[in-house]
């Protein structure tokens, strides 16, 4: 049970770079979910999506983007990434609104 | 102010000892999920409550949700090394938005 893959794991990003975070679940949600985790201020929304072809924007939404081409792939674009954007990022997947979360492992990302 | 106040931020207990944690809002909720999250992962959901004064249990570790849906109480008997993680609280706010406390951080020493 793979359940929710993220890629890379680790990233060292310069100001200005840009990079995809990738997402994949294998477990048919329709719902997906892009957090950021900094410390001691919990996990803030970013994107959600709930299917293929609709995403809409969360708490966060400023500096990046994403896409929902099919119902297992989730990936979250960083353009010109600036240190602010330094933080843990978690992809969750979920069978709806009112059901729990399923968590990646996470990707560190650091801007430098 | 925030819509989750969890408390407390950082506790250290040993081997054996019993704690609770604790969730709170002034806001009435729905429901409200717990999770649990080691170092290097992702957050695991422990459990679900919905009902006012609602208790569940998962073997050493007894939830419940307060008579108006504002709090919540994790309660762990005689912890482990094993429990050693952070402690997280969320709630559903609108549509697709999942409310996260800044959590509990639990350290259970050997």
């Known amino acids: 049970n793979a359940g929710v893959t993220q890629t890379p794991k680790f990233r060292i990003l310069k100001i200005g770079q840009s990079m995809t975070l990738q997402c994949a679940q294998d477990?048919?949600?329709?719902?997906m979910y892009w957090y950021r985790q900094d410390p001691g201020m919990g996990l803030k929304l970013i994107y959600y999506?709930?299917?293929?072809?609709?995403?809409d924007k969360g708490e966060v939404p400023n500096g990046y983007n994403v896409s929902r081409s099919t119902t297992e792939d989730f990936p979250l674009r960083l353009e010109l990434a600036a240190p602010s954007q330094t933080s843990v990022y978690f992809c969750a997947s979920s069978r709806g609104d009112r059901y729990g979360y399923t968590f990646g492992s996470g990707t560190r990302l650091t801007v430098v | 102010t925030q819509l989750l106040e969890q408390s407390p931020q950082f506790l250290s207990i040993q081997e054996g000892e019993n704690l609770t944690v604790y969730c709170n809002s002034s806001s009435v909720f729905s429901s409200l999920q717990w999770y649990r999250q080691e170092p290097g992962e992702g957050p695991v959901l422990l459990v679900t409550v919905v009902t006012g004064g609602e208790v569940k249990k998962l073997k050493r570790l007894t939830f419940q949700f307060g008579d108006a849906r504002k709090d919540s109480s994790l309660h762990i008997t005689a912890a482990q090394p094993g429990d050693t993680g952070l402690y997280l609280c969320?709630?559903?706010?609108?549509?697709?938005?999942?409310?996260f406390g800044t959590g509990t951080r639990l350290t259970v020493i050997p």
């Open positions: 999506s709930v299917g293929a072809g609709i995403t």
């Open positions: 969320a709630v559903q706010t609108g549509a697709n938005n999942l409310f």
């Open positions: 477990m048919n949600h329709n719902y």
